[in-house]
């Protein structure tokens, strides 16, 4: 296996989705394997099936591990059961597991340094809890399996856009008591250092939309009490951010072009915009964990699997998105793995220190 390139585990997702349709169409090309050698985690024979059923092409090889994984072909990694029921577009505990053992199978991988960044399929977020995997979320389980005491970031990208939610996926009615001075903080740091460190942008400058619409901006919304004061410190602490603004105002006159991200205060807010603007080719980016982990913006798309109607943009970016990403933390250990040696005086010391050499020198003659 070429040393050069990037391993890419990718997971199969809801087998009763369309996870496998966008993996095959997407190294249907087979440019893309002279940019990574791919890895998927899942099952042979549904591929064999998803493939059949959609007339595609794609040719596959079955390895082991990503130990033995050929850097010239789509390797798949058997980590669920040959006797898994495959039925279009039903949503059922059986799929569920499949999803989630790919997505374990991966984090043994990773912890055995086996694969560099990680590309998921979509899954049933209604379906994918249970006993045995108890997260709803594919990056709560990762959080917690490497996440290493750290707290993720989910980033939506669409070229130079990007987008994250102070607060998650909740009712409407509580995300005024979520957001929290605290929550706001973490958020933009979070967001501020992703921006830095994954994206390459030195100095990011962050808009932060409002909570109410401007109008309701009044001396006892959470504009006042909670918003501005941390904008206000959060800058003299040198992270660029600005606002709030109102987000009708704000994206309509397309003032988000002038920054490098933009931090909705919850969910919906934020996807409104960014699916709106992404026009499906968009990637959500999990920040702040040490495996690079990216996925496309849809669901298990139980509407129209097995058609071949699916298309794979948002798959294909994801993929790129998780190689730019990887190639810049590269960059960043590189360029700060020999730091230079701190000085603990500046040129002020120095120029004192001369001035009474100078002195004392005049005293001796």
Same mark, same amino acid.
């Given at each position: 296996?070429?040393?050069?390139?990037?391993?890419?585990?990718?997971?199969?997702?809801?087998?009763?989705?369309?996870?496998?349709?966008?993996?095959?169409?997407?190294?249907?090309?087979?440019?893309?394997?002279?940019?990574?050698?791919?890895?998927?985690?899942?099952?042979?024979?549904?591929?064999?099936?998803?493939?059949?059923?959609?007339?595609?092409?794609?040719?596959?090889?079955?390895?082991?591990?990503?130990?033995?994984?050929?850097?010239?072909?789509?390797?798949?990694?058997?980590?669920?059961?040959?006797?898994?029921?495959?039925?279009?577009?039903? @949503?059922?505990?059986? @799929?569920?597991?499949?999803?989630?053992?790919? *997505?374990?199978?991966?984090?043994?991988?990773?912890?055995?340094?086996?694969?560099?960044?990680?590309?998921?399929?979509?899954?049933?977020?209604?379906?994918?809890?249970?006993?045995?995997?108890?997260?709803?979320?594919?990056?709560?389980?990762?959080?917690?399996?490497?996440?290493?005491?750290?707290?993720s970031l989910a980033i939506y990208v669409k070229d130079n856009f990007r987008m994250?939610?102070?607060?998650?996926?909740?009712?409407?009615?509580?995300?005024?008591?979520?957001?929290?001075?605290? *929550?706001?903080?973490?958020?933009?740091?979070?967001?501020?250092?992703?921006?830095?460190?994954?994206?390459?942008?030195?100095?990011?400058?962050? @808009?932060?939309?409002?909570?109410?619409?401007?109008?309701?901006?009044?001396?006892?919304?959470?504009?006042?009490?909670?918003?501005?004061?941390?904008?206000?410190?959060? @800058?003299?602490?040198?992270?660029?951010?600005?606002?709030?603004?109102?987000?009708?105002?704000?994206?309509?006159?397309?003032?988000?072009?002038?920054?490098?991200?933009?931090?909705?205060?919850?969910?919906?807010?934020?996807?409104?915009?960014?699916?709106?603007?992404?026009?499906?080719?968009?990637?959500?980016?999990?920040?702040?964990?040490?495996?690079?982990?990216?996925?496309?913006?849809?669901?298990?798309?139980?509407?129209?699997?097995g058609k071949g109607m699916m298309d794979e943009a948002s798959f294909r970016q994801?993929?790129?998105?998780?190689?730019?990403?990887?190639?810049?933390?590269?960059?960043?250990?590189?360029?700060?793995?020999?730091?230079?040696?701190?000085q603990y005086y500046d040129r002020r010391d120095d120029s004192d220190k001369l001035?009474?050499?100078?002195?004392?020198?005049?005293?001796?003659?």
């Amino acid at each position: 296996m070429e040393d050069n390139k990037i391993i890419v585990a990718i997971t199969q997702g809801d087998i009763n989705g369309v996870g496998y349709e966008v993996i095959l169409k997407t190294f249907d090309n087979p440019m893309m394997l002279d940019l990574c050698t791919p890895m998927v985690y899942g099952s042979p024979k549904v591929a064999a099936y998803h493939r059949k059923a959609m007339d595609l092409n794609t040719n596959f090889t079955i390895v082991n591990s990503a130990a033995d994984a050929d850097s010239e072909k789509l390797n798949v990694v058997t980590c669920t059961a040959d006797e898994v029921k495959v039925d279009f577009g039903k @949503a059922d505990a059986e @799929a569920a597991k499949a999803a989630s053992d790919a *997505l374990q199978k991966v984090v043994e991988e990773y912890h055995d340094h086996l694969v560099d960044v990680l590309v998921t399929a979509p899954v049933n977020h209604q379906t994918l809890c249970s006993d045995a995997f108890p997260f709803h979320t594919q990056h709560g389980y990762l959080e917690q399996a490497i996440g290493e005491g750290c707290k993720s970031l989910a980033i939506y990208v669409k070229d130079n856009f990007r987008m994250a939610s102070a607060t998650g996926n909740m009712p409407l009615r509580e995300v005024p008591a979520a957001l929290t001075p605290e *929550l706001l903080k973490e958020r933009l740091e979070a967001f501020a250092a992703s921006l830095r460190t994954d994206f390459g942008i030195d100095a990011p400058r962050i @808009a932060v939309l409002s909570l109410n619409p401007r109008k309701a901006d009044a001396f006892d919304s959470e504009e006042e009490y909670c918003i501005r004061p941390v904008i206000a410190e959060e @800058a003299r602490q040198g992270i660029l951010c600005f606002g709030p603004f109102a987000v009708d105002e704000f994206m309509g006159r397309e003032d988000y072009l002038h920054y490098d991200g933009v931090l909705a205060m919850y969910h919906d807010q934020g996807l409104a915009v960014f699916n709106t603007l992404s026009q499906e080719e968009g990637v959500v980016y999990t920040a702040g964990l040490p495996l690079v982990r990216t996925a496309p913006i849809y669901d298990a798309k139980y509407e129209v699997v097995g058609k071949g109607m699916m298309d794979e943009a948002s798959f294909r970016q994801a993929i790129y998105l998780a190689l730019d990403i990887y190639r810049q933390r590269e960059r960043e250990r590189v360029a700060h793995a020999n730091p230079l040696r701190k000085q603990y005086y500046d040129r002020r010391d120095d120029s004192d220190k001369l001035k009474q050499m100078n002195t004392n020198t005049e005293d001796e003659l």
